[in-house]
């Protein structure tokens, strides 16, 4: 096995689930969302966890989606290969009719690194991965407007100040995995989260950031940290590289005013 397998290989099984997430979409409709959503997460869940299986049997998996047992099972942290998966982020834009704000994640993380990543925006007809991490686009000016994304549903309270004091327009997007790609693929500047999330939320969009250079931290500015006991990951920041220290000395400032 080669380390650009697991590139591909994250590659190939986001982009497949995503495919069977759109099929699924399309056959079941949207008049009762309930059931869409649950038969998204559990029918993409078991896609994945059955290639892993298959595919690669000796590692570890970590999913959304498996059971609070699975989840828990001691045996991932002395793992030296975790798979962290969230077979659909943005379960609530996927149930809703015309949005493209919902994707796939698929990350490995290899003893104390994510190293490889993929993210599949199925609606949006891409998948962005580490075996060939996107170009970043340039950053604004000092000075210049930029965007930042933000949860359509829960965003962190003091972001509404944040992007006051920056002169930054805020721009709601479903799934962290579509904010995170905005922010690489230049529909937005930065992407900010706090209030609550866990490591699979993060794992695959923050692979392919880092392997495309982007910023990426805690919004203390630590870096995150992956395939902990607790997989709660509460707060991140993914920015172009340019603007991260201004955002950061910004959100400590307003830390420290109301903290
Ligand atoms: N305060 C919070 N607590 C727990 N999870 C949160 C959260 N805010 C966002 N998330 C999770 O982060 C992902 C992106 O959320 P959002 O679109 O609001 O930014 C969603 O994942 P899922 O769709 O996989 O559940 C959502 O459940
Ligand atoms: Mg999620």
Redesign the pocket.
Known sequence: MTIRDDHSLAGDLATEAGERLLELRARHGFDDQRALKDAGDRSSHRFLMDALERLRPSDSVLS?EATREERMDPRRLTASRVWIV?P??????YSEPGRSDWAVHVALWQEGALMAGAVALPAQGRTLTTAEPPVLPKAPAAGEPFRIAV????PPEFVRELAARLGAELVPI???GA?ISAVLTGQVEAYV?A????EW?SAAPVAVALAAGAHVSRIDGSPPAYNQADPSLPDILVSLPDLAPTMLACIRDLHRQSP
């Open positions: 959304e969230d659909l982020d943005g379960t609530r834009e949860s359509r549903t829960r479903g799934s962290a904010k989260h209030g609550g999330q866990y939320d």
